[in-house]
């Protein structure tokens, strides 16, 4: 995993703004934002989970951010692009490496971190992810955090949330698919639904 500050250089605050963690292995994007962020302070894409309280920005809408970042893969001379930057194939991480992170849309940069310059409290938030989860017989899934707790969740009590989850049960196959989503952040059955790490936690019973 790579880790990067994100700052914004039209702010008045020394401090990151975030932080992008990127997985190798899945090739996936995570931003996690400071918790004393205010919603004018944060990118536009992020104002509205800002707005919210939401501080942990998942995979899907990071990566938005980081193709505002990066040229298109579908730009015509793209094959010229990378062989002049020396890029074996086209890599939105690459290439937002080779820029760290600027764009003409605002005054955001990224620097490289290491672990531990990673400030505490969003150490802890990433612990509250899912570390191992399985499926019982009768449909609760068990789901472990890195911070050891331990939830068990009803899914047949999840179906008016996540209609997905109704096919699931119907669905043995998928239903035991189950897997850890990229750092915990969620719980995936058989790239039919992605369940986050946050919402297990809420609606699972805590076992001791």
């Given at each position: 995993m790579k880790s990067y500050a994100i700052y914004d250089a039209d702010l008045n605050r020394k401090r990151a703004i975030g932080y992008l963690f990127y997985y190798e292995k899945a090739e996936a994007f995570v931003i996690e934002l400071c918790e004393d962020l205010d919603e004018w302070e944060a990118p536009l894409l992020f104002q509205g989970l800002v707005r919210q309280g939401i501080y942990t920005v998942?995979?899907?809408?990071?990566?938005?951010?980081?193709?505002?970042?990066?040229?298109?893969?579908?730009?015509?001379?793209?094959?010229?692009?990378?062989?002049?930057?020396?890029?074996?194939?086209?890599?939105?991480?690459?290439?937002?490496?080779?820029?760290?992170?600027?764009?003409?849309?605002?005054?955001?940069?990224?620097?490289?971190?290491?672990?531990?310059?990673?400030?505490?409290?969003?150490?802890?938030?990433r612990k509250k992810n899912v570390q191992e989860c399985f499926v019982t017989r009768d449909n609760?899934?068990?789901?472990?955090?890195?911070?050891?707790?331990?939830?068990?969740?009803?899914?047949?009590?999840?179906?008016?949330?996540?209609?997905?989850?109704?096919?699931?049960?119907?669905?043995e196959e998928i239903l035991r698919s189950v897997s850890i989503g990229v750092g915990g952040y969620t719980v995936s059955f058989g790239g039919v639904i992605e369940i986050s790490a946050s919402e297990l936690r809420e609606s699972g019973v805590l076992l001791p």
């Open positions: 998942s995979k899907e809408i990071s990566l938005m951010w980081v193709k505002e970042r990066v040229i298109p893969s579908g730009r015509q001379n793209i094959g010229t692009i990378l062989k002049n930057h020396r890029l074996i194939k086209y890599s939105e991480m690459a290439l937002l490496a080779l820029s760290k992170g600027r764009s003409s849309q605002d005054a955001c940069y990224l620097n490289i971190v290491e672990e531990e310059e990673i400030p505490e409290y969003i150490k802890q938030r609760q899934l068990l789901c472990m955090f890195i911070d050891n707790m331990v939830r068990k969740v009803d899914l047949t009590k999840m179906t008016e949330r996540y209609k997905e989850v109704a096919h699931v049960l119907r669905n």
